[in-house]
């Protein structure tokens, strides 16, 4: 008859935070086993201690934890098989061993390595324990979701862009495993735009407990048992308490407009800069096309706008931050390319001097069509706005004669429309007059979009019947190449 390996969480460090039968199991055990570097301190034995007694103790050292190693994971590896035998041995011998972890078990705990080697061939029981997140949260006194809310835990030695997305992602977070990790942690709450909503929790439940904002918190003061904590956004707009600091930190400031590039379309092309400038904001406007893009935050005010009213789209973006609001002016792509970016800060030039204006890039059309086909900008190249509605048809005709002339590859945005239908017709006779008719164009439409369509035509064959408003058009230069089907590009040297 073997004995029994229980797995028992014991909390984030308050003993009296233990559960009934975690302190069972501890008290009737035969022998109890816990982890701890070389230094031979245990929390989790500490956490246990006044139920100990006659138990056999069964110390778990790691052979390393933060250091280098030429093979980290295979040091561990071989400490855990050696763990595992050592634990089996007592369970041979009719012996129930507990192995007691801080926290839960099963939450970033070190029992489950054991517990992948032993459970097949013992009987095993894990008893849950509180996880120092909810200790954290229960520190602040702050819920960590409410509602529909997404809470996400993440640990700190993710890279810190990969942190940043999932911040800029996510309603509330959590993030383990500090330590070494904090600079790294802290730069991407900074990236992501949650810096300011972000606590740091130290040792929660124990007497060395801490609490504060995590951005005045000094990294070399960070202990590996501290969690970061973005908690409850519904919670922090709905407590008057919470409403009224806000407010307060906003008297007398200007809010801020952010021109965020929502890019072509796919969500994975949307930057961690533009996640998380969308996910502070609090207002996003812009042409309803583009507004309908953005994930819905029962937070924000959402205000779209007809296409054609860059101007006055841009004042009352500006209105609204003079008066306190974070403001996200979206547009497609880039917002630098024919968007919104320069109507901004045109307006905001012109009587909005106190208000703070940001850019924030986006890929662009012209960059997502020429990554379908392979590199038809790989040289010098220029991008030019067929449409007359802002600018006269005969400075359009001399620019592209221009660029034609130096033999240079373009990008053409806004071709056609329902009520321009003649401008692709009258670009491509003027190109011809430069051009080669075999001259590659690459011909997208909707790229990103449902609808995407990615052809090659020459550029004598163009028909503008089929190009509209969401296509853009690639004309390349005399250098450019089509080798094979589905291939252009423009040799990085020319001739």
Same mark, same amino acid.
């Given at each position: 008859?073997?004995?029994?390996?229980?797995?028992?969480?014991?909390?984030?460090?308050?003993?009296?935070?233990?559960?009934?039968?975690?302190?069972?199991?501890?008290?009737?055990?035969?022998?109890?086993?816990?982890?701890?570097?070389?230094?031979?301190?245990?929390?989790?034995? $500490?956490?246990?201690?006044?139920?100990?007694?006659?138990?056999?103790?069964?110390?778990?050292?790691?052979?390393?934890?933060?250091?280098?190693?030429?093979?980290?994971?295979?040091?561990?590896?071989?400490?855990?098989?050696?763990?595992?035998?050592?634990?089996?041995?007592?369970?041979?011998?009719? @012996?129930?061993?507990?192995?007691?972890?801080?926290?839960?078990?099963?939450? &970033?705990?070190?029992? +489950?390595?054991?517990?992948?080697?032993?459970?097949?061939?013992?009987?095993?029981?894990?008893?849950?324990?509180?996880?120092?997140?909810?200790?954290?949260?229960?520190?602040?006194?702050?819920?960590?979701?409410? @509602?529909?809310?997404?809470?996400?835990?993440?640990?700190?030695?993710?890279?810190?862009?990969?942190?940043?997305?999932?911040?800029?992602?996510?309603?509330?977070?959590?993030? +383990?495993?500090?330590?070494?990790?904090?600079?790294?942690?802290?730069?991407?709450?900074?990236?992501?735009?949650?810096?300011?909503?972000?606590?740091?929790?130290?040792?929660?439940?124990?007497?060395?407990?801490?609490?504060?904002?995590?951005?005045?918190?000094?990294?070399?003061?960070?202990?590996?048992?501290?969690?970061?904590?973005?908690?409850?956004?519904?919670?922090?707009?709905?407590?008057?308490?919470?409403?009224?600091?806000?407010?307060?930190?906003?008297?007398?400031?200007?809010?801020?407009?952010?021109?965020?590039?929502?890019?072509?379309?796919? @969500?994975?092309?949307?930057?961690?800069? $533009?996640?998380?400038?969308?996910?502070?904001?609090?207002?996003?406007?812009?042409?309803?096309? &583009?507004?309908?893009?953005?994930?819905?935050?029962?937070?924000?005010?959402?205000?779209?706008?007809?296409?054609?009213?860059?101007?006055?789209?841009?004042?009352?973006?500006?209105?609204?931050?003079?008066?306190?609001?974070?403001?996200?002016?979206?547009?497609?792509?880039?917002?630098?390319?024919? $968007? +919104?970016?320069?109507?901004?800060?045109?307006v905001a030039a012109d009587g909005y001097e106190d208000v703070p204006v940001r850019?924030?890039?986006?890929?662009?059309?012209?960059?997502?069509?020429?990554?379908?086909?392979?590199?038809?900008?790989?040289?010098? &190249?220029? +991008?030019?706005?067929?449409?007359?509605?802002?600018?006269?048809?005969?400075?359009?005709?001399?620019?592209?004669?221009?660029?034609?002339?130096?033999?240079?590859?373009?990008?053409?945005?806004?071709?056609?429309?329902?009520?321009?239908?003649?401008?692709?017709?009258?670009?491509?006779?003027?190109?011809?007059?430069?051009?080669?008719?075999?001259?590659?164009?690459?011909?997208?439409?909707?790229?990103?979009?449902?609808?995407?369509?990615?052809?090659?035509?020459?550029?004598?064959?163009?028909?503008?019947?089929?190009?509209?408003?969401?296509?853009?058009?690639?004309?390349?230069?005399?250098?450019?190449?089509?080798?094979?089907?589905?291939?252009? &590009?423009?040799?990085?040297?020319?001739?």
């Amino acid at each position: 008859m073997t004995g029994t390996l229980y797995g028992v969480g014991v909390g984030p460090g308050d003993p009296s935070l233990m559960t009934v039968r975690a302190v069972d199991l501890v008290r009737d055990a035969d022998v109890v086993a816990y982890h701890c570097a070389r230094h031979g301190r245990s929390n989790a034995r $500490a956490i246990v201690a006044r139920y100990l007694g006659t138990q056999v103790e069964e110390q778990l050292t790691y052979p390393v934890t933060t250091e280098d190693t030429a093979d980290y994971q295979g040091t561990l590896d071989a400490f855990y098989a050696e763990a595992a035998a050592r634990l089996a041995a007592h369970l041979d011998a009719g @012996r129930d061993v507990v192995v007691v972890a801080e926290g839960d078990p099963f939450f &970033y705990g070190s029992y +489950m390595h054991l517990h992948k080697r032993l459970a097949d061939r013992y009987p095993t029981e894990v008893v849950p324990g509180v996880t120092s997140v909810a200790a954290a949260a229960a520190a602040l006194g702050r819920p960590l979701v409410e @509602r529909d809310e997404v809470l996400t835990v993440l640990p700190g030695t993710l890279p810190p862009d990969e942190l940043a997305a999932r911040l800029a992602d996510t309603d509330a977070a959590a993030v +383990m495993k500090l330590g070494r990790t904090f600079t790294g942690v802290r730069a991407a709450l900074a990236t992501s735009g949650r810096l300011d909503e972000a606590f740091y929790v130290e040792r929660a439940s124990t007497d060395r407990e801490r609490l504060a904002p995590l951005a005045d918190v000094d990294p070399a003061e960070v202990p590996y048992f501290s969690v970061g904590v973005v908690p409850s956004r519904v919670h922090a707009d709905t407590t008057p308490t919470a409403r009224a600091e806000t407010a307060a930190a906003l008297d007398g400031h200007p809010g801020e407009v952010v021109v965020v590039g929502l890019g072509p379309g796919a @969500r994975d092309r949307l930057t961690p800069e $533009a996640a998380a400038a969308l996910a502070v904001a609090d207002d996003v406007v812009g042409y309803a096309t &583009y507004t309908a893009r953005v994930p819905p935050n029962p937070r924000q005010r959402v205000h779209p706008s007809d296409n054609k009213v860059e101007s006055e789209r841009a004042a009352f973006a500006l209105d609204l931050a003079r008066g306190g609001r974070r403001v996200a002016v979206v547009s497609s792509g880039d917002p630098g390319v024919f $968007a +919104m970016a320069s109507a901004v800060v045109e307006v905001a030039a012109d009587g909005y001097e106190d208000v703070p204006v940001r850019v924030v890039p986006g890929v662009s059309a012209a960059q997502a069509v020429a990554a379908r086909v392979g590199a038809p900008l790989g040289h010098d &190249y220029a +991008m030019i706005s067929l449409s007359d509605r802002l600018k006269p048809w005969d400075v359009v005709e001399r620019r592209l004669a221009a660029v034609a002339d130096a033999d240079m590859a373009l990008a053409l945005y806004n071709p056609g429309s329902r009520s321009r239908t003649w401008q692709v017709e009258a670009a491509r006779e003027v190109l011809l007059k430069y051009r080669d008719p075999s001259t590659p164009v690459v011909v997208g439409r909707d790229v990103d979009g449902p609808e995407e369509s990615v052809r090659i035509v020459r550029l004598a064959d163009l028909d503008p019947g089929e190009v509209d408003m969401r296509t853009l058009l690639i004309v390349g230069s005399s250098s450019t190449r089509w080798p094979a089907a589905g291939t252009v &590009y423009t040799p990085r040297r020319h001739g």
